[in-house]
């Protein structure tokens, strides 16, 4: 069974740095590829990052701030955040592709398992 669980979320003050985690079970990380998006209310689902064996993909909004990583070993994924901002603030979600185009990574219909999303806060 395919799973997939997003967690690490909590309250942060603008600037801070937080790293959140995606935990996966019934599969191999390492043949799968790892998005993770967001979602504040009101607004649509965004692709934050991607990560797959030898390839990184970032948002604009957050490139040069988030870091994307996976440890085989603990079949994890992590996000590494820094210099947050208030719009940073979202429910994100980590999801497992399938095969997709490189160029559509940000698009969730690409993403047939998602994990339960963890609420990440930035506000002073």
């Known amino acids: 069974d395919v799973q997939l669980q997003a967690f690490g979320g909590g309250l942060v003050q603008p600037g801070g740095s937080l790293r959140l985690s995606c935990a996966a079970s019934?599969?191999?990380?390492?043949?799968?590829?790892i998005g993770w998006f967001r979602q504040a209310p009101g607004k649509e689902r965004e692709g934050v990052s991607y990560?797959?064996?030898?390839?990184?993909f970032y948002a604009n909004s957050v490139k040069g701030r988030f870091t994307i990583s996976r440890d085989n070993a603990k079949n994890t994924v992590y996000l590494q955040m820094n210099s947050l901002k208030p719009e940073d603030t979202a429910i994100y979600y980590c999801?497992?592709?399938?095969?997709?185009?490189?160029?559509?990574?940000?698009?969730?219909?690409?993403?047939?398992?998602w994990g339960q999303g963890t609420q990440f806060t930035v506000s002073s």
């Open positions: 019934g599969f191999a990380l390492d043949d799968y590829g």
């Open positions: 990560i797959n064996v030898g390839r990184k």
């Open positions: 999801a497992r592709s399938g095969r997709l185009i490189f160029s559509e990574w940000r698009a969730p219909p690409n993403y047939a398992n």
